[in-house]
């Protein structure tokens, strides 16, 4: 396990206080989607399309094919209640060395935190979860667990967060809740866009695959 002291600006430095995180790479107890659900998904359509789809289909296929690539991290993280914008993102297509982490190059990963709970004026500790995403393989590659602790060193004991800091957290949490939602619907509707295909395609009782007209289904 490792240990971080972190710094909170002028403002708290003056009174020596600050957040000493606990480092774990054991897994949180948030919860996660299928870590293969991207790759499962585009699979799914794939052979929708090996089937035989009609041109409007193609089209259909090809709009979730374009959905599934632009917006993939938030699928992964977004789903889950990690933000991923630039504001709250703890890096970003970061380059991996070789054996770094738990990944090898060549590769390059994105971090993302959340808060596990809504902090309160009383809130001296908190727990943030933490994905390492792979942009390779475009899925979660490890999870981690950040302990925190706020401390004055002054007075050597713990202190509650501050109004400013509450206020702050309490917005990214709500912001997370609705990545959470929002995500999590979007990915509902293109599984259920994903089913109508298929049942248009393969999986309608009378199908016959199309081994001679690319883009007629039978």
């Not at 509650?160 to 995500?183: C, G, I, N, W």
């Not at 016959?208 to 883009?215: A, C, H, L, P």
Request: with cysteine.
């Amino acid at each position: 396990m490792k240990h971080r002291a972190w710094s909170l600006g002028p403002t708290v430095g003056q009174s020596r206080h600050s957040l000493f995180s606990k480092y774990s790479t054991t897994k949180s107890s948030s919860e996660a989607t299928n870590p293969r659900w991207l790759p499962a998904l585009r699979a799914r359509i794939g052979r929708c399309i090996q089937f035989g789809l009609r041109t409007q289909q193609v089209q259909q296929a090809g709009k979730i094919l374009e959905e599934l690539n632009h917006d993939w991290r938030e699928f992964i993280a977004g789903s889950q209640g990690f933000l991923t914008d630039r504001n709250h993102r703890g890096l970003y297509r970061q380059e991996v060395v070789w054996g770094e982490m738990p990944m090898k190059w060549p590769d390059r990963v994105s971090v993302y935190h959340k808060l596990r709970e809504l902090p309160s004026e009383s809130t001296d500790s908190f727990i943030l979860d933490v994905i390492i995403v792979s942009e390779l393989h475009r899925r979660v590659a490890a999870r981690c667990v950040e302990d925190i602790v706020v401390y004055d060193y002054r007075n050597a004991k713990k202190v509650p967060l501050r109004p400013f800091m509450v206020k702050s957290f309490q917005d990214t949490f709500r912001l997370q809740e609705q990545a959470k939602h929002e995500y999590s619907a979007k990915m509902a509707r293109l599984m259920d866009q994903v089913r109508e295909l298929e049942k248009d395609s393969w999986d309608r009782p009378d199908a016959k695959e199309d081994v001679g007209n690319s883009g007629q289904a039978v």
